[in-house]
């Protein structure tokens, strides 16, 4: 994937938000795995927060933090399987604005080439949420990973050619 070098990186800030019941600051290793790449990939973080799998209270939240001006970003890890407390894609759908099917469905190729058949569990999806993009990642340290590493950290760069989603942030509020 081609990184333009002629060009100037452009930071962007980010909120990462860790949705689970059994995770806090201190055990939260995927949440820890995407601030340390976010920060040495050079963007801003600008607050992590762990919140429960709950579908109003993760309504509530990506709606208040997308309406954050200087947000740009909002990563989510975890409550994207398939028991009954995961329910952070039914919240997402329920207000996001447009939906980047492409996200999940390239999550999942990535998966499958490191898990095999056991991606299909997988319910990563993205989203706009106002005019803030929201990517949701499953709750497992290789996931946030492979999500940064594959996806995130080129679709998160000015530079990435032939397209990225910096490029196209100024225009994400076009009537």
């Excluded at 939260?28 to 919140?51: P, V």
């Excluded at 000015?158 to 100024?170: A, L, S, T």
């Amino acid at each position: 994937m081609p990184i333009d070098t002629s060009l100037d990186f452009v930071s962007i800030n980010i909120v990462v938000i860790t949705i689970s019941d059994s995770r806090t600051i201190e055990n939260d290793t995927s949440g820890d795995t995407l601030e340390k790449r976010i920060k040495d990939y050079g963007h801003n973080m600008l607050k992590r927060i762990i919140i429960p799998d709950d579908v109003q209270q993760i309504k509530d939240t990506l709606e208040a933090i997308s309406n954050e001006k200087e947000v740009d970003c909002i990563i989510t890890t975890g409550g994207t399987g398939l028991t009954g407390r995961d329910t952070t894609p039914e919240a997402v759908k329920q207000i996001a604005s447009k939906h980047i099917d492409g996200f999940g469905e390239l999550f999942r190729q990535i998966s499958f080439k490191k898990i095999g058949t056991s991606a299909i569990q997988s319910r990563a999806l993205a989203a706009l949420i106002n005019s803030t993009y929201v990517f949701c990642l499953p709750g497992s340290t290789g996931a946030c990973k492979d999500g940064w590493d594959e996806i995130l950290k080129y679709q998160l760069d000015i530079r990435h050619k032939p397209c990225n989603f910096v490029e196209i942030m100024p225009r994400l509020n076009e009537k």
